[in-house]
């Protein structure tokens, strides 16, 4: 007699009831076309405050070309892994300029910053290890310490003396610090020049990601490290993707030579995947160029960061602390947090609405994304919006001054 197994269709069911009741069931939205931060999506043309593409470079003609250019020469796919026969030319001088750009001795490329945080953390870090990690980190970096077989451990949001105790509680063993530089559910940055002499006290590694620092702060946007100014000495590994500032996809690696080398031999997510397209690689390098050469993008994204701010602190808006693009609107509530982001939409505006598991139970958030691209006059219609939006929606957020 069969024994009755547990039923996935069954369980599935369940799953997809409990997070309808919950407000948690997310819906992809195709957009059918993008003119820099405009979108159209289901029949409506929407203001785009929900994008990570902070200097404007995802559609920049000298990008788009650089990217024509080398499909026409060198075709669409890189036909391997990099350690076959899949890694061109433009791979290698995309290495060789993040490097440069960053000072470091060497980059590798991944296929995305997942990937990145994966290989990283499985190829330098094994069983008997331990990962100290803020807990607030992205995802990546979360799974990437529990496919490693180290042991992880997590200490409360920007507490560095809480990464100090947890170090402290395991003095024996090889261990890595690992943070976003910039949190990219709040916007925030992490304490990294503490962190950089915890690390060094405790003779530990520190490892950055830095996906939503890199090419906003800092000198020639060398991102978070950089901002506080710190350099390779301080942060001996760091990570940077190209699908955020940088407006393409994908993601470096960036280091001392042995640690990269050390990567690229082990890393499985590194070995075992397709390298991207030689075209992408292109595309990058352009959009690279553009980031160093034209600060001013940086210069106009801080205005309009300011702006933003001091707008929604004279509407008494439940703002977040945030010096970066990333600006969230703490609302509380799933559903409520739902529904203002559908109320700004029918006003013309797309801003995320972001709920668990993005962020704890109870901190549901708009979250808004400045770009570039944007316009003060965007951004002033986006207030007077949130001004008329919010205070319908945010009556189960916790009571927050601007700035807190």
Known sequence: MSSARPGLFQRLARLQAERAENALLRRRRIVEQRDHVLVDSGGRRLLNFASNDYLGLADHLDV???????????????????????????????????????GYERALLFGSGYLANLGVLQSLLGEGDVCVQDKLNHASLLDAARLSGCELKRYPHGDYEGALRQLKARSDVTAMIATDGVFSMDGDLAPLQALALLARAENSLLYVDDAHGAGVLGHDGRGSAAHVGLGPREVPLTLVTLGKALGGYGALVAGRGEL???????????????????????????????????????????????????????????LMESVTPIQPLLVGGNAATVAAGAALEDRGLLVG?????????????????????????????????LGAVLPLHAGSAPALRAGD
């Open 260 to 318: 990269i080398e050390g990567i690229q031999q082990g890393a499985r997510s590194y070995l075992f995947a397709t390298a991207l397209p030689p075209a992408l690689a292109a595309a990058s390098r352009a959009a690279l160029r553009i980031a160093r050469r034209d600060s001013w993008r940086r210069l106009k994204l801080a205005a309009l960061i300011a702006r933003f701010r001091r707008g929604a602190q004279q509407l008494g808006l439940p």
């Open 64 to 102: 788009v070309c650089a990217m024509q250019e080398a499909a026409a020469r060198h075709g669409v796919g890189s036909t391997a892994a990099h350690m076959v026969c899949g890694h061109h030319r433009e791979h290698a001088k995309l290495e060789e300029e993040v490097a440069d750009w960053l």
């Open 353 to 385: 609405a972001i709920r668990p598991p993005s962020v704890p139970d109870g901190r549901a958030r708009l979250r808004v994304v400045l770009t570039c691209a944007h316009s003060e006059q965007q951004v002033d219609r986006l207030l007077d919006a």
